[in-house]
Structures are given as structure tokens and as C-alpha cells.
């Protein structure tokens, strides 16, 4: 008779395997996509789930009203003009400029920013779609500043928060609320829609201390070219434009990217990263130790309280 595995044992198993000896492959996702069940009362409508479903992504327009996010501009642009938060490990710059590209762990550097990330609007959306208690696994600012502001490769999130911290299924999405406005010609995200059905395997070893790289731009993780024509060529690109106050909501597995911004205009997000209680991270699926806690909620988890 055969053993049963235990939480532990299961949460370990890599179900997801990528890079080391891993070659580029499509394999098909083993999860679901929205964890609670149709008579769960939804915080929205059953259209748009169904298309969160099934293209891996929405956008809500006008969620966050006009003062709510003149205050939030007045925090973005104190934190950039902080000196003393440009020392701090949080912060990351753009390649070859002291420009900052991304101040990590902003829900506990600002509590303007705190309040925003336990937004009921945000929070119980998260846990209809993932159909647990959440906590914020990862927050950032980021500016994308005009003239200078670097690419985001494309890339799925689940395979690095996989492969490097340990997130055991793809139970997780990100909420990026814009703070300018995201035109097409600013660097807005790009989205793959459906790219979330499949996971995508990446080649390489996970060099040492990568993040440190990666943040600023990411070399491994990164899908193949072949693989990256065969989901755009049967699904296209989305661009996700609008005006400040809207909340673009992707899953962890959507494939994803922006280009540069070589405008005058900025344009500024906060993400909020949303895990399930239930899927906490383990060890990384690499041989490299842990992110630092600042990257990827290890020891301060906590259910967010609205």
C-alpha cells in the first residue's frame, strides 16, 4: 500500500520544472485558473471573470476616483525625491542611470501605499479569484520615467517566483494600478491573452544573486523566441492603455512585458502582488538560496486585513 504525501511533501513537488537541465517546452497548466466556484458571490460581474479566465487578464477602468490618486502622485513623487530611501536595498535604478526604475516592499515604506494595498476594492477581488485568505507576496513602484525608462522583457512571473522563491502552484496574480496616465506610445504593459493555459519551460542555470540582474534586466526566465511567436501568433498582443485610476488584474502565469519609454511622459504603476494563504512559498526549485525578504514575502506572512 502506498504512502499519502503530505501538505509539505506536495507543496515540494515541482510541478513546473524550468531551466537547469530543462528544455524550452509548452506544458499544459495543471491549476485552476479562478479558485472559487460559480456560487460564490463574485465582487464582479461573472463576463468579466469569464474573460479573466479565459484571457488570463481584465482591466477595470475608473476604480480609484480623482483624490484618491492626486494623493497617491503627491507619495510617488516625495518617494523619488527621498534621499534616503534611494539607500535602501528596495530601490532599483535603471540600467546605466541613477533614474529609479522600481522601489520594492512599498506597502511597508509607505503607509500611503499600505492603505492602497488593503483596499477592500483590491483585496476581496483577490480572494474571489484565488478562493483563499490573501497576503501581498510582493509590492512595487514602478516608474518607467519618460525619455529613460528601460523594457521589461517578456516573461511569466510564476516561473521566476517558482524557480527562484519557491511558489508552489499558480495560485497568485498581481494588481497594477496606474497612477499616469498608460498611453500606447509610453512603455504601457503588453499582454499575451491565453498565455496563461500554458506554462512556458526556460533553458539556463539560475545564476548566483540574479535578482540583483534581473531587476534591472532579466537574462534567464525568459522564454524562447519560438515558443514566445507560437503564443502571440495565435493569440496577439493587448496593450493595457487608460487613465490614472485603473486597475489592470493578471494572473501569475500570463505572459507579459513593456517596451521602452522614449516619451516625455511617464508612466508611473504600483503592483500589488496577491498570494493564497494556502500557497505560501518553500525552498526556491533552483540551487540558489532565497530571494531577499524585500522580493518575496518569506517570513512576514500575514492575511491582509481590509
Sequence with gaps: M????????????DHYPSRGTSKAQLLKRLDPIVYSSVTTPSPISQTLVEGYKENGFIILEDVFGKKEIESLQRELG??????????????????????????????????????LGTNRR???????????????????????????????????????WHVEDGMPIMRALSMSITLTDNYETNGPLMLIPGSHKHYVVCE????????KDSLKKQEYGVPSIDYLSRLVDKSGIVTATGKPGSVIIFDCNTMHGSNSNITPYPRSNVFFVYNALSNHVVEPFCNQPPRPEYICAREAIEPVQV
Design 122 to 160: 483590491l483585496v476581496q477581488l483577490a480572494q474571489y479569484l484565488l478562493g483563499d485568505r490573501v497576503y501581498i507576496y510582493q509590492s512595487r513602484l514602478n516608474y518607467k520615467p519618460g525619455f529613460y525608462g528601460k523594457e521589461f522583457y517578456w516573461h511569466s512571473d510564476f516561473e521566476t
Design 2 to 13: 502506498g504512502t499519502i504525501a503530505t501538505s509539505e511533501q506536495q507543496a515540494r513537488s
Design 204 to 211: 539556463g542555470e539560475t545564476p548566483k544573486n540574479h535578482f
Design 78 to 115: 516625495l518617494l523619488r525625491n527621498n534621499e534616503k530611501i534611494r539607500t535602501r536595498a528596495e530601490v532599483i535604478t535603471e540600467p546605466g542611470d541613477d533614474s529609479i526604475r522600481s522601489i520594492f516592499r512599498i506597502h511597508q515604506l509607505s503607509s500611503i501605499f499600505r492603505k
